[in-house]
């Protein structure tokens, strides 16, 4: 009499896999692409537990067609957009993610799309093989360094964090951040709570790690751009949705901003045709923040571990829980 659990890709890690192919029945998508809506809506009946990504909206309909013995979703990731928490509250199911542990991977990968963006190295890097490096130049390529500057975090959580001390090792001369509240880990780098026009106006390097909420839906508009330095870079490792895209190609078209480096957009995977694709003051990445090789690993156990412990009857051992 072993749990049911779906898992909604076949190439999950295999820690968190083995895990749950040793005490429960393991129903795969058999695709690595995510698993379409119908199938979804199939596969999840009469399971106890869901495994799944944040490319799969978790909601009423899919927990309608689950039934009444689901008892947790557990997500790969940190972000829960993709989540109906009311639904899954309003049914008691337990939820849980993976925070914590991606913390290192993504903040690296904030500094590294952070430092493309503003070194210009894709495009330098291009520029090599369509044979324009002509001899070392005294102007060419140049973008600004991070010494002295000024860097505004956007919702400073774990990740925001992790990414403001890496930061202060470039000696940069300031940290600001919003956030709802004061953050304590913010002493370890002199970071400054103010408000997001103030942080707008004042950063060289704008980075968003706040999660997506109603609240940061499209926070980044016209109006904000508009705020911004027109020297401003801004970096997105957290949701494309917190962006209003056409409003952003606008701002780096126009010269309302100098550059963007996204991890994430809208839709993703993005169209071949999409505009920001054509700007070369912009570098886009196919939403690999959480991609080190451990960190995977260890995500797809987290999850698994979160599955186990309400499928044993022992949700208080969960690794991490969502409150809802
Ligand atoms: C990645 O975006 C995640 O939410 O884990
Ligand atoms: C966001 O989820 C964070 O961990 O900073």
């Avoid at 940061?216 to 508009?226: A, I």
């Avoid at 870079?233 to 190609?249: C, E, K, M, Y």
Wanted: hydrophobic share 40%.
């Amino acid at each position: 009499n072993r749990p049911k659990v779906l898992i909604t890709r076949p190439d999950i890690p295999a820690g968190g896999l083995n895990l749950l192919k040793e005490q429960c029945d393991v129903i795969l998508w058999e695709k690595p692409e995510p698993i379409p809506r119908s199938v979804l809506l199939s596969k999840v009946q009469n399971v106890d537990g869901v495994y799944c990504l944040l490319t799969d909206k978790i909601d009423e309909e899919v927990l309608n067609a689950a039934g009444p013995q689901l008892k947790v979703v557990a997500s790969m990731s940190v972000g829960v957009d993709h989540l109906d928490l009311q639904a899954l509250k309003k049914r008691n199911i337990k939820v849980g993610y993976t925070p914590g542990i991606l913390t290192d991977a993504t903040a690296e990968l904030a500094v590294a799309l952070l430092l493309s963006t503003s070194r210009r190295l894709i495009e330098a890097n291009r520029a090599i093989y369509k044979g324009e490096w002509k001899a070392w130049s005294p102007t060419w390529m140049c973008g600004p360094g991070l010494s002295g500057s000024t860097v505004g975090i956007v919702g400073l959580g774990r990740i925001g964090t992790q990414v403001a001390k890496c930061l202060k090792g470039f000696n940069t001369a300031k940290i600001l951040y919003t956030s709802r509240s004061i953050k304590h880990a913010a002493i370890q780098f002199g970071g400054e709570k103010v408000e997001l026009d103030t942080l707008l106006e004042r950063s060289d390097f704008i980075i968003v790690t706040t999660a997506l909420t109603p609240d940061t839906r499209q926070m980044f508009n016209k109006n904000t751009f508009q705020k911004m330095k027109k020297s401003a870079i801004f970096i997105n490792v957290s949701r494309g949705d917190v962006v209003d895209q056409p409003a952003l190609i606008e701002a780096l078209k126009n010269g309302i901003i100098r550059a963007a480096g996204l991890d994430v957009m809208t839709p993703e995977p993005i169209p071949l045709d999409n505009e920001l694709l054509k700007l070369d003051n912009c570098v886009i990445l196919p939403h690999i923040g959480s991609a080190a090789i451990e960190t995977r690993e260890e995500m797809s156990i987290i999850t698994a571990k979160n599955i186990m412990a309400v499928l044993k009857g022992v949700p208080a051992e969960m690794p991490s829980p969502l409150q809802l």
